[in-house]
């Protein structure tokens, strides 16, 4: 065979059973009984000939390759004659189960693009890709919105509170304490100082403010009895 | 009529196309006279007046176009997917804001609930149901929300006015532990 | 007939979806059962059949379409750009392979192809011929690929059962060997 003939060849092929399957045509053999030191023989030839062309081997052709020698090399093997009676496997059975389904789905898939092309001759109109539309829910009354508007209105109030509870710091609540016992002469009844503690945070921060000024010596704790009202009192002024 | 099969080339070819067709291009198409085109066109609206078809076709600009019938808009509107939205608290909430304070920014409505709303303003106007109405003389021009015709509609509302005061409303929520009492 | 105008009706409805239209869509749309549907589709098949027609009804992948006849594709093909995705022998393979094995992965399908087939499966799943199906219970959990309603829709088919029997060249070949040796 000519180097050219080669060229063409080599560039058919996507795989190496699409070489064998051509192979198998081009010698017109029977696929369940190939002679498989020919076939490998041509097959090696076309492997021997990508190279000499750089065409880049894929890895696939040269698994196939080893594969057709391991069979061959199989089928000179001398068997004994009783084995010869029991079902042994011939070494190209799993081959030409390969070859076999390849060339099914070859098949298949000419028989999908004839589905194809017939389909094709069907014409149809773009899609009209309806959006979804989003409808509302039926009974929107406008109890529930006004409900809706009651329910964030007052938990909005809430939400200032919040806002302005994180903006006191245990400074500034010691300052308020201060200022409040000043502006009742001196003495408190400690319930008071938590006249404005609407949330838990404010109450802490205040109760921190307390132990902090008890802690400077700012103002004095009296309880007079047990379960008594505990008084604070101005720290100097006691002094 | 002689060329009869040519109606349902005509037909074929102004359903293939969605656009219009001009009558000089399907005559010639077809290799006839464009006064035939005119009378298979003709012939061929008469097939489509009975019950039993859908399809019309209509004049456009010199030319045909196929359409389904007018008259089957409502059935044809069928198609579209329809998912019933579901208010969440959220929307239903940020919804009221913008009905009971509108004009109203949404750095407005913010302030209100405490909470980003860009995921359910969008919404709302995805739904047609807030839309914008203006600009803020402020920092930034931010956009101002009103309520739709559909939001209207969806509250069986003939306007805004129908909506009860807000300054009632406040003044209820006030009132309201006294009422109680009594 | 009874329902006579519903006739019109499905036909608008093909006609304005393009897309082919589930037949529970239709009965659904209009409040009919799905057998009446496909009476009515029966009806209006038998009365496109005219040459004065132009349209054609397909079933496909479990609805029905809207087209033009499959004869007139030439005199339409004069009009508009008949959609000619053209696809390669190996994605043609790989696809009659996922086709009539499936669920399969990519390894299977390199087995019976003998190549690499990671840019063809890719291929077709851009196109939504394919698509993935689950994983496979075994080393690496590979991806097992199927094919999709497009899959059944460019192939004109109403469902996977519409395919080719494959059975039948399988059983051809499996007992070949036998018969050969016999």
């Known amino acids: 065979m000519s180097t050219a003939e080669y060229k063409v060849r080599l560039e058919t092929f996507e795989g190496p059973l699409a070489l064998l399957m051509h192979l198998i045509d081009k010698n017109q053999v029977d696929i369940y009984d190939i002679p498989i030191a020919a076939i490998t023989e041509q097959y090696l030839e076309y492997i021997r000939a990508m190279e000499e062309f750089n065409i880049d081997v894929a890895s696939e052709f040269l698994v196939m390759a080893a594969t057709l020698l391991l069979i061959k090399s199989r089928m000179l093997l001398p068997k004994p004659p009783a084995e010869q009676l029991a079902d042994e496997e011939d070494p190209r059975q799993e081959l030409v189960q390969r070859l076999l389904e390849y060339r099914r789905f070859k098949q298949m898939a000419a028989t999908l693009e004839e589905m194809l092309r017939a389909r094709e001759q069907y014409v149809a109109r773009p899609a009209a890709g309806f959006a979804a539309k989003i409808v509302l829910p039926d009974g929107l009354r406008l109890d529930d919105l006004i409900e809706a508007f009651a329910a964030v209105w007052e938990s909005a109030v809430d939400e200032y509170a919040l806002i302005a509870r994180e903006e006191i710091s245990v400074q500034d609540k010691m300052q308020d304490i201060l200022l409040l016992l000043r502006k009742q002469g001196g003495r408190l009844e400690f319930a008071q100082t938590f006249i404005r503690s609407g949330s838990r945070t404010e109450m802490v921060t205040s109760f921190l403010a307390l132990l902090e000024l008890i802690r400077l010596k700012r103002i004095r704790i009296e309880q007079e009895r047990s379960f008594g009202p505990i008084y604070l009192s101005l720290g100097e002024v006691v002094h | ?182």
């Open chain 2, 1 to 182: 009529m002689f060329y009869r099969h040519l109606k349902g080339h005509i037909e074929a070819l102004l359903f293939a196309n969605g656009n219009p067709v001009a009558a000089d291009k399907l005559a010639k198409i077809l290799a006839i006279d464009v006064e035939n085109v005119a009378a298979l066109v003709a012939e061929l609206k008469q097939d489509m007046a009975g019950a039993d078809r859908g399809l019309a076709i209509i004049d456009v600009a010199g030319g045909y176009q196929l359409c389904s019938k007018p008259e089957l808009a409502p059935v044809v509107g069928g198609l579209v997917e329809v998912q019933e939205a579901r208010m969440s608290l959220a929307a239903m909430e940020t919804l009221s804001i913008v009905a009971f304070k509108q004009p109203v920014t949404k750095q407005e409505i913010e302030h209100i609930r405490g909470v980003n709303v860009d995921g359910v303003v969008n919404t709302l106007v995805e739904r047609s149901l807030i839309k914008e109405v203006g600009r803020k003389e402020a920092i930034g021009r931010p956009i101002l929300y009103g309520t739709t015709d559909d939001f209207l509609k969806a509250f069986g509302l003939n306007s805004l006015a129908d909506l009860p005061d807000l300054a009632d409303l406040i003044a209820d929520d006030t009132n309201l532990p006294e009422e109680q009492t009594e």
